[in-house]
């Protein structure tokens, strides 16, 4: 790491898709290890701001501004520079485990490919590496596992593999994008757990992307709430969550205290409480 | 709150019940593996018995491949169950000729997830809204009827002449409950109606859902895999899984005492907010 302590450091981001700022200045920072989630509903923004950092945005989106990964400009990167730092030095997981794989190559493959294109495995010792990760990420039987393809997993299996691969080469940031919201809230509550141990053990900050609220306020220390590309609240994840400042925060978690106000509180696994 | 109306009883004794579903098995034979084997059989539903009293709000809960679907289906009288019946005010309700089922869907209309799948893209809201009054020969002013639907989810008559693709997901999912709402039925089912939305517009199609029950006394069985989303409209809840209700009981019974273990992990692993 250079001077810059921060890991990721995103200032006055701007996107621009069919004449329309989808992200309109957008600054954030990331220090090593940290976990920050960025709120919004569907169009605020969140996911383009991502795909701005991944250097992956669509054909014709007009970026300017700074993305800053270890005090090093990606903005303008040419696509080589970039794929050398996807999957090494920053990675990302998707809401759709299931697109996110290639149907056709064995899931220990797939484990294992950002170990042969950035650490120059081996065959072998990438096998070995992968059946390592299956464990790590909690996959049953990990030995035969790794020799399935996708379509033979369950949801949550898949994504425990696109964890594993992200998280291969030990990257400096996890960006994740949605990445329970397909799945059913028993297999969420373990896929969060899961993720919330591997980052801390490998010291990765986490860049966690959701329209959940009940979700962020699981993984993450601190959030930013975007609003039409704008940030327009930042803070501890439980001060903003206890009395958020903005108005439009205010609403997005009113909105979601109604689907929570007759549930017993957290932790207390249904014990006692009524609404 | 709107989930505490008054309980209309929909255990065992008293008024009779509206919806009356008893030991309902379906199962669907899966792709065979083997040329020479057997093909497996997936049971969705097994041995299901529930019941729905007049005005009572009934939420069904459970994850992907719990077999929730195929219970709305079967009750919905779009399946036909293996075994089992469902009966409807001591009517039977059997899938077979859509014009065999006519009354019944008179009496029980459905709100899916998706208003941009179910709503035809060619057709104007006025005619999806005014469609089931045609084909269920509702008698009366149906203009009228589509125009006081309309504004009964909160949308000006005005936007009639206009098509689905012009509106939001929640104006979308409005127009969808209007349809619905038309032909006066006394029961709404919805199948994962609000997850398609974002959290903001999901709290104002469950209040609206609440306040359309409440107001027209309507009946509703609500399916979700949004524990949350059921326990805000439903007095009653059932918890699905593995093709059977492995919990039934009041609302706050059920999310206070759970007693099956699945319950309990279901109630456990939904992620909450910090009180306020």
């Known amino acids: 790491m250079t001077t810059d302590a921060a890991v990721l450091e995103v200032t006055d981001l701007r996107v621009r898709l069919g004449g329309v700022d989808v992200v309109d200045g957008v600054s954030f920072a990331l220090a090593a290890g940290e976990r920050l989630g960025l709120i919004g509903e569907s169009g605020s923004g969140k996911s383009l701001t991502a795909l701005a950092v991944l250097g992956l945005l669509p054909a014709g989106a007009r970026v300017t501004g700074s993305v800053r990964l270890q005090g090093r400009e990606l903005l303008g990167g040419s696509d080589r520079e970039l794929s050398r730092l996807r999957g090494r030095d920053l990675a990302m997981i998707f809401q759709e485990p299931s697109t996110a794989l290639?149907?056709?190559?064995?899931?220990?493959?797939?484990?294992?490919?950002?170990?042969?294109?950035?650490?120059?495995?081996?065959?072998q010792a990438a096998a070995r590496a992968a059946v390592e990760l299956a464990t790590a990420v909690g996959l049953p039987d990990p030995q035969r596992l790794v020799r399935s393809y996708p379509h033979e997993l369950s949801g949550g299996q898949r994504q425990r593999v696109c964890i594993a691969a992200a998280l291969a080469c030990r990257p400096a940031l996890l960006l994740a994008d949605e990445p329970t919201t397909a799945l059913d809230v028993t297999v969420q509550a373990e896929i969060l757990a899961l993720l919330g141990r591997l980052v801390a053990e490998a010291g990765t900050a986490l860049l966690f992307i959701t329209h959940d609220l009940a979700v962020v306020a699981a993984v993450t220390r601190r959030l930013a709430v975007l609003r039409r590309g704008r940030v327009v609240e930042t803070g501890?994840?439980?001060?903003?969550?206890?009395?958020?400042?903005?108005?439009?925060?205010?609403?997005?978690?009113?909105?979601?205290?109604?689907?929570?106000?007759?549930?017993?509180?957290?932790?207390?696994?249904?014990?006692?409480?009524?609404p | 709150m709107t989930a505490v109306r008054e309980q209309a009883d929909g255990g065992a004794t008293g008024a009779e019940p509206l919806f009356e579903a008893t030991g309902l098995v379906r199962s669907y034979r899966l792709a065979r593996t083997s040329p020479f084997g057997p093909p497996g059989v997936r049971h969705a539903v097994r041995d299901v018995t529930l019941r729905l009293a007049d005005g009572a709000a009934l939420g069904i809960v459970g994850e992907s491949g719990s077999g929730k679907s195929t219970l709305v289906r079967l009750?919905?009288?779009?399946?036909?169950?293996?075994?089992?019946?469902?009966?409807?005010?001591?009517?039977?309700?059997?899938?077979?000729?859509?014009?065999?089922?006519?009354?019944?869907?008179?009496?029980?209309?459905?709100?899916?997830?998706?208003?941009?799948?179910?709503?035809?893209?060619?057709?104007?809201?006025?005619?999806?809204?005014?469609?089931?009054?045609?084909?269920?020969?509702?008698?009366?002013?149906?203009?009228?009827?589509?125009?006081?639907?309309?504004?009964?989810?909160?949308?000006?008559?005005?936007?009639?002449?206009?098509?689905?693709?012009?509106?939001?997901?929640?104006?979308?999912?409005?127009?969808?409950?209007?349809?619905?709402?038309?032909?006066?039925?006394?029961?709404?089912?919805?199948?994962?109606?609000?997850?398609?939305?974002?959290?903001?517009?999901?709290?104002?199609?469950?209040?609206?859902?609440?306040?359309?029950?409440?107001?027209?006394?309507?009946?509703?069985?609500?399916?979700?895999?949004d524990l949350g989303v059921v326990a805000r409209l439903c007095d009653q809840i059932a918890v699905m899984r593995g093709g059977t209700l492995v919990e039934q009981g009041a609302t706050a019974d059920v999310l206070s005492r759970p007693a099956h273990p699945y319950a309990r992990a279901l109630l456990a692993a939904v992620p909450r907010l910090p009180p306020p």
């Not at chain 2, 949308?155 to 409950?177: C, M, T």
């Not at chain 2, 032909?183 to 974002?198: K, Q, W």
Request: a positive charge; hydrophobic letters at 40%.
């Open chain 1, 102 to 123: 290639n149907p056709l190559m064995r899931v220990g493959r797939q484990i294992s490919e950002p170990l042969r294109l950035h650490r120059g495995y081996s065959r």
């Open chain 1, 236 to 274: 501890a994840t439980d001060d903003v969550l206890r009395a958020p400042a903005d108005p439009h925060t205010r609403a997005l978690l009113a909105a979601a205290r109604l689907t929570q106000w007759n549930l017993p509180a957290a932790g207390s696994a249904a014990a006692r409480t009524s």
């Open chain 2, 75 to 225: 009750l919905l009288g779009l399946d036909r169950p293996d075994a089992g019946t469902v009966r409807y005010r001591g009517r039977p309700v059997v899938a077979g000729r859509p014009r065999a089922l006519r009354w019944f869907r008179r009496e029980v209309q459905v709100v899916f997830q998706d208003p941009a799948a179910s709503l035809d893209p060619r057709m104007t809201v006025g005619a999806a809204v005014a469609e089931p009054l045609a084909c269920l020969g509702v008698p009366g002013d149906h203009d009228e009827r589509v125009d006081e639907v309309l504004r009964a989810v909160d949308l000006d008559p005005d936007v009639r002449g206009r098509y689905p693709h012009e509106f939001s997901g929640g104006q979308r999912q409005r127009i969808a409950i209007a349809r619905a709402l038309a032909p006066r039925p006394r029961v709404l089912v919805g199948d994962e109606p609000v997850s398609a939305l974002d959290v903001s517009v999901r709290a104002q199609i469950l209040d609206l859902l609440g306040q359309l029950a409440e107001r027209h006394r309507l009946g509703l069985v609500l399916v979700s895999h």
